[in-house]
């Protein structure tokens, strides 16, 4: 195993604004939340899906020059991404009638409206746990089918699929999927996407769950982060999972032990998964600096 460590390279006002996203609403848990339901009348309608394909045009990596680019290093990987800062500016600069929940939000400096925008333009503290996680217990991913779940920025899959994995990346949003996930994958991608190694999808979990069973489509590995903090919001994460994850697959999730005033957190899915009797669920790493933060590894029981 490689040594561990990150390395911001970005100007020093730029590295300020980095890490305030990545603590950005600790003390509260991070993210708040509002019931919603599966386009019931009455309640917010969520996102439908659909595949989002990458417009190399737009997406050529020689345009993000402009851009600060963050830098993590990950034993002997180089990952890179976007300013979230940067994205976010471009974001309210734009004209774009489609960006509106979006620009919205970030007007109102929330980093999350439930149903409309799931913070996905922030680098989150418990996405490059995830990722530390996975250098650090060298757990197996070459060859490996992996979906991210919630992805936004897309490290955990960048690191997948920098380990030979084949990934899937979804976000609830597709602008995030448009402006920040697909930037960083080419970024990532010296040499392009080859063949098809990643796929793309916007949209509520349980539409996008739809869409992929339709394919057949099952996984060896899930990762996720920061997803399990509404806990109205867990049983379509969970019959998502349930639905496609191979029967020998493995479940890595990123999350804080617990989010204030929402009522999400790890021990609170722990005790829910076990309620349902159908996966083994463990603790696998804890974080104790700052807010305490956890990793949980989900597999199905044996003999289901």
């Known amino acids: ?15 300020n604004d980095n890490e305030a996203s990545l603590s ?24 439908p899906a659909k595949e989002v394909f990458v417009d190399r045009a737009e997406n050529d990596p020689e345009v993000f020059d402009h851009k600060a680019v963050v830098s993590v290093e990950c034993g002997p990987f180089h990952i890179s991404y976007l300013s979230p800062e940067c994205v976010e500016q471009s974001v309210k600069e734009c004209a774009s009638v489609g960006l509106s929940a979006v620009k919205e939000a970030l007007s109102d400096h929330s980093d999350l409206v439930p149903c409309v925008y799931e913070g996905g333009l922030k680098v989150w503290e418990c996405s490059l746990d995830l990722v530390t996680f996975l250098e650090e ?7 490996q089918f992996v979906l991210e779940l919630g992805c936004g920025a897309g490290l955990p899959g960048i690191y997948a699929m920098k380990k030979g994995a084949r990934v899937h990346f979804q ?11 697909i930037p960083n994958v080419l970024l990532n991608s010296a ?8 796929r793309f999808f916007a949209g509520d979990w349980s539409y996008v769950q739809d869409l992929l069973e339709k394919e057949a489509i099952q996984y060896d590995v899930i990762l996720t982060s920061e997803t399990i903090y509404n806990v109205d919001s867990q049983p379509r994460l969970y019959q998502t999972i349930k639905a496609l994850l191979k029967s020998s697959g493995t479940v890595f999730i990123a999350a804080k032990t617990h989010y204030f005033g929402v009522g999400g957190g790890t021990r ?6 076990r309620g349902l009797q159908e996966f083994d669920i463990e603790c696998r790493k804890a ?5 305490q933060r956890e990793i949980l590894r989900m597999k199905f029981k044996k003999g289901r």
């Open 1 to 15: 195993m490689g040594d561990f460590k990150f390395d911001f390279s970005v100007s020093p006002e730029d590295e």
């Open 24 to 47: 950005d609403g600790a003390e509260d848990g991070g993210k708040g939340s509002v019931p919603c339901a599966k386009n019931s009348p009455g309640k917010l309608e969520l996102r």
């Open 137 to 143: 217990e060298s757990i197996p991913l070459s060859n």
């Open 171 to 181: 976000d609830y949003n597709e602008e995030v999927v448009e402006l920040m996930t």
């Open 191 to 198: 040499q392009g996407l080859p063949g098809n190694q990643c």
């Open 268 to 273: 609170q899915f722990e005790e829910y998964v």
């Open 287 to 291: 974080i104790c600096q700052g807010v």
